[in-house]
């Protein structure tokens, strides 16, 4: 059975740092386009970073470009996005997601979906 299951999130204050991971279960990750995206409250869902399954290109938003970093482990099955500079507009749930070998986007039309983690960004 084809799973993503996300964890690190948490309260931090502006400025600080967290790490997201995105732990696969039923496939290969390095097979896989796999993006992040994120939905505050009452807003349409973003697309935050990806990475490409072949040459491991990465892409991200406007908002969050200079910050965030996408990364794989395919030893572990696990990719993170590590988030630097935090702001109270980071705040939100954030989404891994994965779909077939190839370019990513970020363009949620993603194939599979995790259960999300809530990042807060409050002082």
């Known amino acids: 059975q084809l799973q993503l299951v996300e964890s690190g999130g948490g309260l931090v204050q502006p400025g600080g740092s967290l790490r997201l991971s995105c732990a696969a279960s039923?496939?290969?990750?390095?097979?896989?386009?796999i993006g992040w995206f994120r939905q505050a409250s009452g807003k349409a869902r973003e697309g935050v970073s990806c990475?490409?399954?072949?040459?491991?290109?990465?892409h991200y938003g406007d908002s969050v470009k200079g910050r965030f970093t996408i990364s794989r482990d395919n030893a572990k099955n696990t990719v993170y996005l590590q988030m630097n500079s935090l702001k109270p507009e980071d705040t939100a749930v954030y989404y891994c997601?994965?779909?077939?070998?190839?370019?990513?986007?970020?363009?949620?039309?993603?194939?599979?979906w995790g259960q999300g983690t809530q990042v807060t960004v409050s002082s």
């Open positions: 997601a994965a779909d077939g070998a190839g370019n990513c986007s970020l363009v949620p039309d993603y194939a599979y």
């Open positions: 039923g496939f290969t990750l390095d097979y896989a386009a």
């Open positions: 990475i490409s399954s072949d040459y491991g290109t990465t």
